[in-house]
C-alpha cells in the first residue's frame, strides 16, 4: 500500500466526525500496513457489553504509534478476568464497573425503596469482590478501574435524591479498594461522561436489548482518556515545558508595548485569557513539571515583567531555566536539554509564531510543540491539551518535587565556575548518599525510575511495583535504592539497583540512575557496600552487564570505569566480571555515605 494510503487512514482516525465503519476500516489497515508500531496487549473487563470498545482503544492507540490488542473479558467476571488477563501477560487492565447493572435497574430500584440493607449488602459483596480481584493484579504494569456513575438523570432538580446518596457510598468503597491494590488507579468516568454529556454518552436502546450501553461519543472519549492515562501505552514521559513570552504569556510585545502595556489583567479580556494560562502553568509546576522560557527578548524587558508587573502569576523562582536571548529556538530548546540532562522528547514547547514552531519541527523534530491559537478564546483548550500530556498519566509525591531538584542542580552548576577544578568543585558540594536495602516504603518511587529513566539504564530493564516487591521478598535477590543530597538540598530517590545472588556470584540484575546526579561520582560510591553485602553470603565475584539501547550510549563504559574486566561480548550486550575484593577497596574521598547494612 501507498504512503499517501496510510496518510488517508490516519487523517480519518483523527477526524471526530469519522464514522464506525471509516474508524473499523482505517484500523484494520493500519494496524497491518504500518511500520514502527509499539505492539501492547489490553485486558478489558465490565458488568455490561463493552466489544465495541476495542475498536476505539485501538484507534487513539495507533495515534499514538501503538498496535494495540485488545482481550475482552467474561461478563461480569472481574475475577476470572483478571486470572485469565495475568497468565496472558497483558500490559494495560481496564475494569469498567457499571452501576446501575450492578443489580436489574438498580438506581429505579434505589430510588423506588430498596431496602437499605439490601443495598448495603450488596456494597460489602462488591467491595471483597474486587478486593480479591485487584489483589491479583500486581503482575500487570497498569490497571485501570472506572468510578461509577449514572446512567438515569435524576428527577429532582432542587436537591440529591437517593439514588446520588448511594451512589457516592458506592464510589467511596471503590475508591478504597483500589487505594488498597498496589497498581491500580481510579479511571475518571464520571468525568468523561460529564464532558461527553449525559444523551450523548449513553444509547438507552442499546442498553435493553443487549446490555450494551455506551454509544460511541462515549466509547470513543473512553479510548481517548485511556490513551492519556497511559501515557500512549508508555510512549511518552515529558518532563519539561518550555514557554514563549508575547503573545504566549501575555498578549502584546513588551519590547513595544512596554512592561504597562502588555495584557495581563485578571479582569479584563484579552489578558485573562493569559493570566489564567499562566495560572494553570504554575499548576504544572507544583506538580513537578519543569517551567522553562525559550523566547526572542531583551532579557532586560522579559526580566522586568517577571519582577515588576503586578498581574504577573510566573515568577523567576518558578522558572528553571531561562533562555531569553535572539538565538533561534531550536538552539535554545537544545540547550535546555543539555542543561537539565534530559531528552529532546522529553520537552514540551508553546509558542504563537508558525515560523518558529515550524524551524523548531524541522530541527529538532523530538520536541513536541503547540501554538497559541488565533482564536484567543480557544486557548484554554491548548492548554488543557498539554495539561493532558503531564497528569493524566498520574503524579508520584516524588515526581511533584523535581522542579526543585532541577533548580537545585542549576545552582550547582553555577557554582561549578567558581572551581578551578572537577574535584574541588564536587568536594564543595558536600555529597551525602544514603543507601537502602529493601526499603519497602520507595516502592512506587523505585518503580516509577526504572519505567522512566533511559540514559544512564544499564539494561533498560521495567519494573512494575509488584515486581520490586517480590525481588524484595526473595531469598536471591536484592532491591537497592539510593537517595542522594548535596548542601543545596536533597535530589530525591535517584538510583536504584537490582541485584541477585548465585552460587558464587552476584549478578547486577539492572543499575538505574537519574541524569540529574550523575558526574559527581555517586554512581560509583555505593559498590563497595553492595560487595561487602555480597561477601557475607559466600559470594566472590560480581557481574555486570550491559544491554544497547537506543539512549543508553551514556553508560556503555560504565563497567569499564568501574573496574570491571570484559568476560563475554555479543551484538548490542557485553558482560563484565570483578572478584569483590577489588570493590571492597574502593572509597570514595568526597562522599558521605549512610548505610546500615
Not at 533562555?323 to 537544545?334: C, E
Not at 563475554?568 to 546500615?596: D, M, N
Request: proline content about 4%; overall charge negative; aromatic content about 8%.
Amino acid at each position: 500500500m501507498s504512503t499517501n494510503d496510510r496518510a488517508s487512514a490516519r487523517a480519518l482516525l483523527a477526524d471526530p466526525a469519522a464514522s464506525f465503519l471509516q474508524v473499523q476500516k482505517s484500523v484494520a489497515f493500519l494496524e497491518k500496513t504500518e511500520d514502527g508500531l509499539k505492539d501492547v496487549t489490553l485486558g478489558l473487563s465490565s458488568n455490561v457489553q463493552v466489544d465495541r470498545l476495542a475498536l476505539y482503544l485501538r484507534r487513539h492507540a495507533l495515534l499514538a504509534g501503538v498496535r494495540l490488542q485488545v482481550q475482552v473479558g467474561l461478563y461480569d467476571s472481574v475475577a476470572q478476568d483478571v486470572e485469565t488477563f495475568v497468565q496472558a501477560g497483558v500490559d494495560v487492565l481496564l475494569v469498567l464497573p457499571f452501576f446501575d447493572n450492578l443489580m436489574p435497574a438498580f438506581e429505579a430500584q434505589i430510588a423506588a425503596g430498596l431496602d437499605d440493607s439490601v443495598i448495603a449488602a450488596k456494597g460489602e459483596e462488591l467491595a471483597e469482590r474486587y478486593r480479591l480481584a485487584l489483589a491479583a493484579t500486581h503482575p500487570i504494569p497498569t490497571v485501570l478501574v472506572g468510578q461509577f456513575h449514572r446512567t438515569w438523570p435524576s428527577a429532582q432538580p432542587r436537591q440529591p435524591d437517593r439514588v446520588s446518596a448511594v451512589l457516592q457510598t458506592f464510589r467511596e468503597m471503590l475508591a478504597n479498594v483500589v487505594a488498597e491494590a498496589t497498581p491500580a488507579a481510579l479511571f475518571d468516568m464520571p468525568g468523561i461522561l460529564t464532558d461527553v454529556g449525559l444523551s450523548a454518552a449513553i444509547d438507552r436502546r442499546f442498553y435493553a436489548q443487549a446490555k450494551a450501553p455506551y454509544a460511541l461519543p462515549m466509547l470513543n472519549e473512553i479510548g481517548r482518556r485511556t490513551a492519556k492515562a497511559t501515557r500512549a501505552y508508555g510512549t511518552y514521559f515529558y518532563k519539561v515545558l518550555a514557554l514563549d513570552c508575547d503573545n504566549t504569556l501575555w498578549g502584546g510585545v513588551v519590547g513595544e508595548d512596554l512592561v504597562e502595556g502588555i495584557k495581563l489583567s485578571p479582569f479584563e479580556y484579552p489578558g485573562n485569557v493569559y493570566w489564567r494560562a499562566q495560572q494553570e502553568f504554575l499548576g504544572l509546576e507544583r506538580a513537578g513539571v519543569i517551567l522553562c522560557l525559550c523566547t526572542k527578548n531583551n532579557p532586560a524587558d522579559v526580566e522586568e515583567v517577571l519582577s515588576r508587573h503586578p498581574d504577573m502569576p510566573i515568577r523567576s523562582e518558578n522558572l528553571t531555566i531561562r533562555k531569553i536571548n535572539w538565538d533561534d529556538k531550536s538552539t535554545n530548546l537544545r540547550a535546555i536539554a543539555t542543561e537539565l540532562n534530559v531528552g529532546l522528547d522529553s520537552i514540551v514547547f508553546l509558542d504563537d509564531s508558525s515560523f518558529e514552531l515550524e524551524g523548531v519541527q524541522s530541527q529538532v523534530p523530538a520536541v513536541t510543540v503547540f501554538q497559541v491559537p488565533k482564536a484567543l478564546t480557544e486557548y484554554p483548550d491548548v492548554v488543557g491539551n498539554i495539561k493532558a500530556l503531564f497528569l493524566a498519566g498520574g503524579v508520584s509525591a516524588e515526581s511533584s518535587a523535581k522542579t526543585q531538584q532541577y533548580k537545585q542542580k542549576a545552582a550547582a552548576e553555577a557554582l561549578k565556575a567558581q572551581f578551578s577544578s572537577q574535584e574541588d568543585y564536587i568536594v564543595s558540594l558536600e555529597l551525602e548518599v544514603e543507601l537502602l536495602r529493601n526499603a519497602e516504603a520507595n516502592v512506587a518511587r523505585i518503580s516509577e525510575l526504572t519505567q522512566k529513566s533511559n540514559q544512564f539504564n544499564l539494561t533498560t530493564r521495567r519494573y512494575t511495583q509488584a515486581e520490586i516487591l517480590a525481588a524484595m521478598a526473595s531469598e536471591d535477590r536484592e532491591v537497592y535504592s539510593l537517595t542522594v543530597k548535596d548542601k543545596f538540598g536533597s535530589a530525591g530517590l535517584t538510583g536504584v539497583g537490582v541485584v541477585r545472588y548465585e552460587d558464587d556470584v552476584v549478578e547486577v540484575e539492572a543499575f538505574l540512575m537519574s541524569c540529574r546526579v550523575i558526574g559527581r561520582g555517586v554512581e560509583f560510591s555505593i559498590w563497595p557496600y553492595i560487595a561487602r553485602d555480597a561477601a557475607r553470603r559466600g559470594c566472590s565475584r560480581l557481574r555486570g552487564r550491559f544491554v544497547r539501547s537506543a539512549k543508553n550510549n551514556l553508560v556503555e563504559d560504565f563497567f569499564d570505569r568501574l573496574g570491571l574486566a570484559p568476560e563475554e561480548t555479543s551484538e548490542g550486550e557485553r558482560t563484565y566480571v570483578t572478584p569483590l575484593a577489588t570493590l571492597e577497596k574502593q572509597q570514595s574521598q568526597w562522599i558521605k555515605i549512610h548505610y546500615a547494612g
